[in-house]
């Protein structure tokens, strides 16, 4: 099997697995932040014994310690916000507004770097915009237990600025092995959250264990892995083409598993986000090869 072939196989199997991850925290019945701590607790284990393995741990450094720390911060934020708006907005609308990732880095490339937001790209920015517009006005298909619509939304917002927040963090910490990174954000969520996770009442029954493992082994430990290999084997066109995997899967688990389906009007604004998401990577793609390869040579290649 070829490198791009295995990457190919490597993305889509991590894409998938993230598109469940929304079924395991709904069936799981336990509070988000309960949940969150779990998946760390678990991850942690995970990913410490991948870093021991290969040999990583001895690379740590105070430097990577304090940057990838940072950045735990943010991704465990993250996961509370978009794992408390399922509950709120329901898998699939969270999913799609969640989807607004790449538009607040953009963003943040502009305030942070100086980057400069082209015409084609503030049209894709108020093309999603407009689609965030449509889910939110739209009236959700079916009453969640204790739903609040709106703040779901702003939720499921909140954990897109904050996964934008984590990867401008992680830029400092370009070369650094990227397993090693997510074992310390997975540790830095146990320190954080331990304190509020009502450790004195674990979970009684084995399928919630079940269920808690799952999160932080497959959808954790294993994920991280396989998106890592694929992303050293894969051009970055393909990398993002393969991440739509991702919510075509939630939005297909939220309507088998809890009959959620979408009104018109969201996925209207869905498609409009995917597809201005879909564009803004490619045009990302097209300006790094460029840059990279002016003359036009060779772009199909794994970068």
Known sequence: MDKKTQGTLEMSVAMAISGTIGWFVVQSGLPTLEVVFWRCAFGVLALGLVCWAMGLLRGMTWRIARWAALGGVAIVTNWLLLFGAYSHASISVATAVYNTQPFMLVVFGALLFGERITLAKLGWLVTAFGGMLLIAQARPSADLPGSNYALGIAMALGAAFFWAFASVVAKRLTGTPPHLIAMVQVAVGVFMLAPFANLGTPPQDAVTWLLLVTLGVVHTGLMYILLYGAVQKLPTYLQGALSFIYPVVAISVDYVA??????????????????????????????????????????????
Not at 275 to 295: D, E, F, K, L
């Open 258 to 303: 809890f009959d959620h389906r979408l009104q018109p009007a969201q996925w209207l604004g869905a498609a409009a986000i995917l597809v201005a998401a879909a564009a803004m990577s490619q045009q990302a793609t097209r300006g790094r090869s460029a840059v990279q390869n002016p003359a036009g040579i060779g772009n199909t290649k794994p970068r």
